[in-house]
C-alpha cells in the first residue's frame, strides 16, 4: 500500500507536536532562502528536513546562480547587462511556454537578489571564466552558463555572462564547492535570525481546514507521526521528483534511469502532497538534461546525430546539446575530430578531466571513419564536405557556431561514440504565482500553502541554464517566506 499523501482534517487534530507561524519542508536553497525573509518579517520559522542535516542537493551543487541586469560582479568584469536584456534571454532560452510575470519579476528583481545574497554573506571573486566548460576549474566568480555567446541566442539577446558562483577555497564538491559556499552563509544567516531546524523528519501529508485553508502538516520521525502546526503558513521546498520512478514513468519517460544534479530525497513528496489538496502542476514533462562531454573538445569538433548530421552549434552550452541529443536525437551522437583539434582540445584546462576519454574509433578518412562507426555511407563525409567548405571562409552557415572555433577537418580523424551520455533532472511542478503561492487547479490560491524550487514550475518550462535552479529556488524562495509571513 503506498503511503497516503490525503490531507489530514484539522479538526481531528486534538495536540501539535511542534508549531510555528511558518513552517517550511525542506532545508535547501528555497528552504533557506524562505526561512530568511519570514523571519525577517517578524514570523517565527520551523524548517524540517527529511534528511539528517541541512543542505539538500544545493550544499552538493556546482553552485552556479542565475544572476544579471548589470550586477555589481558584471559590471566589475567589464559586461552590459540590463534587466531587459536578461528578460529577451530567458525568455528565449527557457522556453517554450515560459511565465512571463516570473521571468519578468526575476529578471528585474535580480540586482536586488544580488545584493541581498552578498548581504547574507554570499562571496563572488571578481574574476571571469570565459572558456567552454561545465564548471569553473578554481574560484572564479563569472560565466556563461546557458549559451549566451551561442547561437541562436547571441542573435536574440546581447551576449551576457549570468552564471555567478561563490567563491570557494580548495574546491572539494560537496564539503569546500561553490553550492556549499552558497548555502553555509544563508544558514549561518538563517540561525542568526533564530530559525529552528528539526531533522530525520519527513513532511508526508498536509493539514487543512474544512474550507481548504492549510493550517500544517505530518510529518514521520523515526516511525512516528509528528503534527506540526503552522499558524501562518506552510512552505514546499523538498526539491524535484527525479528519484520518483512512477512520476519519472508518468511525466518525463526520457529520464528513466537516468537521474542526475539531484538527490534521492528528490521523490516528489512536495507536489504529490499539494497536488492532493488540489494543486495545479505546469511543465511536468521538462528536464534539464547534462551531456557528459568535454565543452573544450566539443567546442573544436563537430557533434553528429545516428544520420551522420549536425544538429547544434557545438560551441554552445553543454545543457543545451545534452537536451537537444535526448529529446530530438534518440540519445545518439557522436563527436568527430581531427588529429590537431583534439590535441589542441588536450592542451586546454578543464573542470571535467574525466570526460576526456580516448576516443571510440580513428581512421585515416574520413570515409574510414563513417564506415567503422556503421554510418550510412556518404552521411558523414557529405556533413565534413559541407563544413569544411564553410569553416575555410570562417563561416557555419547552418548551425552559425562561432568563426573562432572553425577549422575544417583534416588528416587523420576519430569519433567518440556519445550514445547514452545524458542524464538529468526535472523542472516540472506545483504551478504558483509570483508571490510563490501555491495554485489550486480551479486557478485561486490555496489559502496558506507556499512553494519554491524545484518542487515547483519556475522560470524552466522547458529549456534551462545553468544557475536557475539555485536563481529561481532562492529568488521565489524569499517571496514564499515573505508572503508565508504575511498569513
Ligand atoms: C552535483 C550537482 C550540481 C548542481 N549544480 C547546479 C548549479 O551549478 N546551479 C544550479 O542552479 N543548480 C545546480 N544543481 C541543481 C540544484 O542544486 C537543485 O535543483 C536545487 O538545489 C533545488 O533547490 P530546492 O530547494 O528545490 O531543493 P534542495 O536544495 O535539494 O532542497 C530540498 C530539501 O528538501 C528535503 N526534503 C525532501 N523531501 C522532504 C520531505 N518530505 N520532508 C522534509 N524535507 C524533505 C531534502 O532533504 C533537501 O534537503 C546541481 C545539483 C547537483 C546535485
Given at each position: 500500500m503506498p503511503e497516503s499523501r490525503r490531507p489530514v482534517a484539522f479538526a481531528d487534530i486534538d495536540t501539535w507536536d511542534l508549531e510555528a507561524d511558518v513552517v517550511i519542508a525542506g532545508h535547501g536553497i528555497a528552504g533557506v532562502s524562505a526561512a530568511i525573509e519570514a523571519a525577517r518579517a517578524g514570523a517565527e520559522v520551523l524548517i524540517l528536513d527529511r534528511a539528517g542535516g541541512w543542505g539538500g542537493a544545493a550544499a552538493l551543487s556546482g553552485g552556479w546562480i542565475y544572476l544579471g541586469g548589470g550586477t555589481p560582479l558584471q559590471r566589475a568584469l567589464g559586461f552590459e547587462d540590463s534587466a531587459e536584456n536578461m528578460e529577451t534571454f530567458m525568455t528565449a532560452a527557457l522556453g517554450p511556454g515560459v511565465d512571463g510575470g516570473k521571468i519578468h519579476a526575476y529578471a528585474h528583481g535580480s540586482l536586488e537578489h544580488y545584493d541581498w545574497l552578498t548581504g547574507c554573506g554570499v562571496v563572488f571573486k571578481e574574476e571571469f571564466w570565459g572558456e567552454p566548460g561545465w564548471e569553473v576549474p578554481h574560484d572564479e566568480g563569472l560565466g556563461y552558463s546557458g549559451g549566451e555567446n551561442a547561437s541562436p541566442f547571441r542573435e536574440i539577446a546581447t551576449p551576457a555572462p549570468r552564471g555567478h558562483i561563490p567563491q570557494m577555497t580548495d574546491k572539494r564538491t560537496g564539503v569546500r564547492g561553490a553550492g556549499y559556499m552558497l548555502m553555509k552563509p544563508l544558514v549561518e544567516t538563517a540561525e542568526t535570525l533564530g530559525v529552528r531546524a528539526e531533522y530525520d523528519t519527513r513532511a508526508q501529508r498536509l493539514v487543512t481546514a474544512a474550507d481548504g485553508t492549510v493550517e500544517g502538516l505530518v510529518a514521520r520521525r523515526f516511525g512516528t507521526d509528528v503534527r506540526v502546526r503552522a499558524r501562518r503558513g506552510v512552505v514546499l521546498a523538498t526539491g524535484s521528483f527525479a528519484y520518483n520512478a512512477e512520476m519519472i514513468e508518468a511525466y518525463a519517460p526520457r529520464l528513466i534511469g537516468r537521474p542526475a544534479a539531484a538527490i534521492e530525497e528528490h521523490d516528489g513528496a512536495g507536489i504529490l502532497m499539494?497536488?492532493?489538496?488540489?494543486?495545479?502542476?505546469?511543465?511536468?514533462?521538462?528536464?534539464?538534461?547534462?551531456?557528459?562531454?568535454?565543452?573544450?573538445?566539443?567546442?573544436?569538433?563537430?557533434?553528429?546525430?545516428?544520420?551522420?548530421?549536425?544538429?547544434?552549434?557545438?560551441?554552445?552550452?553543454?545543457?543545451?546539446?545534452?537536451?537537444?541529443?535526448?529529446?530530438?536525437?534518440?540519445n545518439a551522437a557522436y563527436l568527430v575530430m581531427d588529429m590537431d583539434a583534439h590535441e589542441e582540445a588536450l592542451g586546454t584546462e578543464t573542470s571535467t578531466p574525466y570526460f576526456r576519454q580516448p576516443p571510440t574509433w580513428a581512421a585515416e578518412t574520413v570515409a574510414e571513419l563513417e564506415s567503422d562507426m556503421g554510418l550510412p555511407a556518404g552521411t558523414l563525409t557529405a556533413t565534413v564536405d559541407a563544413y569544411n567548405r564553410h569553416a575555410a571562409d570562417g563561416a557555419d552557415p547552418v548551425l552559425h557556431k562561432k568563426a573562432q572555433w572553425l577549422r575544417p577537418l583534416s588528416g587523420p580523424v576519430a569519433a567518440w561514440d556519445m550514445r547514452g551520455f545524458t542524464a538529468g533532472f526535472t523542472l516540472g511542478g506545483l504551478r504558483t504565482d509570483v508571490d510563490s503561492r501555491v495554485l489550486h487547479v480551479d486557478g485561486a490560491p490555496i489559502p496558506g500553502l507556499f512553494a519554491a524550487g524545484r518542487c515547483t514550475s519556475g522560470v524552466c518550462a522547458g529549456g534551462y541554464a545553468s544557475g536557475t535552479s539555485l536563481g529561481d529556488g532562492s529568488f521565489f524562495g524569499r517571496r514564499a517566506g515573505v508572503s508565508a509571513a504575511s498569513g
Open positions: 499539494a497536488q492532493a489538496a488540489g494543486a495545479a502542476l505546469a511543465h511536468m514533462d521538462a528536464t534539464e538534461v547534462a551531456f557528459f562531454g568535454d565543452p573544450q573538445m566539443m567546442a573544436r569538433g563537430i557533434l553528429v546525430n545516428g544520420r551522420g548530421q549536425r544538429f547544434i552549434a557545438e560551441d554552445t552550452y553543454g545543457g543545451r546539446i545534452g537536451q537537444a541529443v535526448l529529446i530530438q536525437q534518440d
